[in-house]
């Protein structure tokens, strides 16, 4: 079976750091793939990457069978690669409504349409409430993305991400700062999608309880490398993990 | 909630009752000069007054397609009056070397466009791509090389004398509607003539003009526009390609501009520097849409109209001022005629103080930052 998202010696450098490293790793639909790694490991480096955000110094990526590893950001979302990001990305004077419909827009390839009302197009309207409502953010529809507290924020970045209905879903820490009762909806949102067989998530997430509830798979990064790939079981109970996540045998091992 | 009640937004719904009386100011001043410019040949039919409102309806489609740029997409350009300038001129140099015909303003004022548009799509598709300040700096070279250009080439463009040339017949004070008996036709005193049609012209391209911005702004690509200013990188993220997105349109309003300046130039019947491509207009129109507020397009008329009245008017009144104090201390000489843009300065102090994102945009609660 074709991986849907594959990259091959994925190398970046910034002067002569390598912040990713030669990783080489494919994810197949309907796998929710969990990647950690402690901070500086390279794995909000290695979305940018596969999203188009940076371009690699070295490798290639792959979607399907296509290379996508030169085309722009804006091409990758097109090609149903959606990415959500890490520190809130908003268009903070937009609507809350006006956020989501954007991102359904993309979609339904609306955007040069320039004499229409956007307003009145129902069809996007409407796709735009039902995200909402999934997110439950429909209360707060109206006002605008930059007066909502930084939970409804972490929602909105991932309603807009679900909006793109992307084949390819990279969550980067959705629920970091978020509260103990909003967490959940966006865990729901996402445990929804992965009962859909079809779709590939990848998932930045530091909390070991969201890990173990919803990985089939953990990839662990470390000084941008790949240093263990597979079942959370295995991975969980393998030494360099251990240490990583511990800060246990730092010592010894060097 | 339900989808349809979501489908009508109504963005201000939540904020308070303040941002509602600002909505019934803005659009109520809005709708005022609307109905003003609508009977100016009536209500004001002395020339000064019908130059004034001729030069309003212009510079609304020019402001608000300025807007278009900076308050929505967040482009800032210097090369406005450029485009501006391309269509005056195209229409100028049409109707003087192909004499006072309607053919001349189509082929002139269409090359003139076409011109424009050639020029919008070279500066955008080279340089949209560097930061906001480089564009800038591009900008305002074209348009520096355009003026320099427009003076040198003295047998097409008169230098800085500009072109003087005729317009249509039928626009012309001689071409009179007349009754059964021979006589002038009048509405409500006012002469039916080819001046009241060229008035008319003015008014309705300008109307149909800014009516195209407003329904731009509101399109699903007014939407994008603004994705871009408020944040490039996501919109590209979403599947947005930011580059194509801004040279388009940086087009449309270099288009827009251009067919402005063919309103302005037939309404004129002179074209030269100074009322169409040199940077002092350029900075007017800048003053006209901070004023106004930027990213609002109902700003344009706002900004527009204070800015106009004030520059025709200003000094009439400080004069009747002066007369009035003549009497008093101090206040004559302050009030002398001589010292009006000193007046204008603090007038635009005081409006920048208290309307930091413009009057339109604070009245209607755009204001906050960042």
């Given amino acids: 079976m074709t991986p849907s998202i594959r990259t091959e010696n994925l190398t970046i450098r910034f002067g002569g750091h390598a912040a990713v490293n030669n990783?080489?790793?494919?994810?197949?639909?309907?796998?929710?793939?969990?990647?950690?790694?402690?901070?500086?490991?390279?794995?909000?480096?290695?979305?940018?990457?596969?999203s188009g955000q940076l371009k690699p110094t070295e490798g290639r990526i792959f979607k399907g069978g296509t290379e996508i590893t030169r085309l722009s950001a804006s091409a990758r979302a097109k090609a149903g690669i959606g990415r959500a990001f890490q520190l809130t990305n908003l268009f903070p004077k937009l609507t809350v409504l006006e956020n989501v419909r954007l991102a359904v827009q993309a979609k339904a390839g609306q955007g040069p349409s320039a004499l229409r009302n956007a307003a009145s197009l129902t069809h996007l309207a409407e796709k735009a409430a039902r995200v909402l409502e999934q997110t439950r953010l429909s209360s707060v529809a109206?006002?605008?993305?930059?007066?909502?507290?930084?939970?409804?924020?972490?929602?909105?970045?991932?309603?807009?991400?679900?909006?793109m209905e992307p084949d390819i879903f990279m969550f980067d820490e959705p629920t970091a700062g978020m509260s103990v009762d909003e967490a959940p909806v966006i865990l729901e949102l996402i445990a929804d999608l992965k009962k859909d067989r079809s779709k590939t998530i990848l998932l930045v997430e530091h909390k070991m309880d969201v890990v173990r509830a919803l990985a089939d798979r953990i990839v662990v990064l470390h000084n941008g490398e790949l240093v263990a790939d597979g079942r959370p079981a295995e991975v969980m109970a393998l030494p360099i993990v251990r240490e990583i996540y511990l800060g246990v045998g730092a010592e010894e091992v060097a | 909630m339900t989808a349809s009640t979501i489908a009508t937004p109504t963005p201000m719904r939540t904020t308070s009752t303040r941002v509602t009386i600002g909505r019934v100011i803005v659009y109520g001043f809005a709708a005022?000069?609307?109905?003003?410019?609508?009977?100016?040949?009536?209500?004001?039919?002395?020339?000064?007054?019908?130059?004034?409102?001729?030069?309003?309806?212009?510079?609304?489609?020019?402001?608000?397609?300025?807007?278009?740029?900076?308050?929505?997409?967040?482009?800032?350009?210097?090369?406005?009056?450029?485009?501006?300038?391309?269509?005056?001129?195209?229409?100028?140099?049409?109707?003087?070397?192909?004499?006072?015909?309607?053919?001349?303003?189509?082929?002139?004022?269409?090359?003139?466009?076409?011109?424009?548009?050639?020029?919008?799509?070279?500066?955008?598709?080279?340089?949209?791509?560097?930061?906001?300040?480089?564009?800038?700096?591009?900008t305002l070279a074209a348009a520096s090389v355009m003026l320099v250009l427009a003076s040198q080439l003295s047998n097409f463009t008169g230098g800085e004398?500009?072109?003087?040339?005729?317009?249509?017949?039928?626009?012309?004070?001689?071409?009179?509607?007349?009754?059964?008996?021979?006589?002038?036709?009048?509405?409500?005193?006012?002469?039916?003539?080819?001046?009241?049609?060229?008035?008319?012209?003015?008014?309705?391209?300008?109307?149909?003009l800014f009516y195209l911005l407003v329904r731009i702004v509101r399109s699903p690509l007014g939407t994008v526009l603004q994705a871009i200013r408020e944040n490039e990188m996501r919109?590209?993220?979403?599947?947005?390609?930011?580059?194509?997105?801004?040279?388009?349109?940086?087009?449309?309003?270099?288009?827009?501009?251009?067919?402005?300046?063919?309103?302005?130039?037939?309404?004129?019947r002179y074209t030269g520097p100074d009322v169409t491509l040199s940077f002092d207009i350029m900075i007017d129109v800048l003053l006209m849409v901070v004023i106004?507020?930027?990213?609002?397009?109902?700003?344009?008329?706002?900004?527009?109209?204070?800015?106009?009245?004030a520059q025709f008017y200003l000094k009439d009144l400080m004069g009747a001022g002066a007369e009035a104090t003549a009497g008093l201390p101090l206040l004559p000489e302050l009030l002398n005629p001589d010292r009006w843009l000193l007046w204008l300065g603090v007038l635009f102090i005081l409006l920048v103080y208290f309307f930091p994102s413009g009057i339109a945009g604070t009245l209607l609660g755009k204001g906050g930052r960042k």
């Avoid at chain 1, 909105?156 to 991400?161: D, Q």
């Fill in chain 2, 32 to 138: 005022i000069v609307g109905v003003c410019l609508l009977f100016a040949p009536f209500l004001f039919p002395d020339v000064r007054a019908q130059e004034v409102a001729a030069r309003i309806c212009v510079f609304i489609v020019l402001v608000a397609s300025y807007d278009l740029l900076i308050g929505y997409t967040g482009i800032v350009s210097f090369a406005h009056t450029m485009f501006f300038g391309l269509g005056a001129y195209g229409a100028a140099i049409g109707l003087k070397t192909m004499g006072r015909g309607f053919e001349a303003i189509v082929l002139g004022g269409s090359l003139g466009v076409l011109a424009a548009f050639v020029l919008a799509v070279l500066i955008g598709l080279l340089s949209l791509r560097v930061k906001a300040i480089f564009f800038a700096m591009v």
């Fill in chain 2, 292 to 309: 106004g507020g930027m990213g609002t397009m109902v700003g344009a008329i706002v900004g527009v109209v204070i800015m106009t009245l």
């Fill in chain 1, 23 to 50: 990783v080489t790793c494919a994810f197949q639909p309907g796998e929710l793939t969990v990647i950690v790694g402690p901070n500086g490991a390279g794995k909000t480096t290695w979305f940018n990457l596969v």
């Fill in chain 2, 235 to 268: 919109a590209e993220a979403i599947g947005y390609r930011v580059v194509a997105y801004r040279t388009s349109v940086f087009c449309i309003a270099a288009v827009v501009a251009a067919l402005a300046g063919v309103l302005r130039a037939v309404w004129l």
């Fill in chain 1, 142 to 163: 109206h006002l605008p993305a930059s007066a909502l507290p930084h939970g409804d924020q972490r929602k909105l970045e991932v309603a807009m991400l679900a909006a």
């Fill in chain 2, 161 to 208: 004398d500009g072109i003087t040339y005729e317009i249509p017949r039928f626009f012309s004070p001689a071409n009179r509607l007349e009754d059964g008996n021979g006589d002038q036709v009048r509405l409500f005193g006012v002469p039916v003539n080819g001046r009241l049609y060229l008035y008319y012209f003015v008014f309705l391209s300008s109307l149909a």
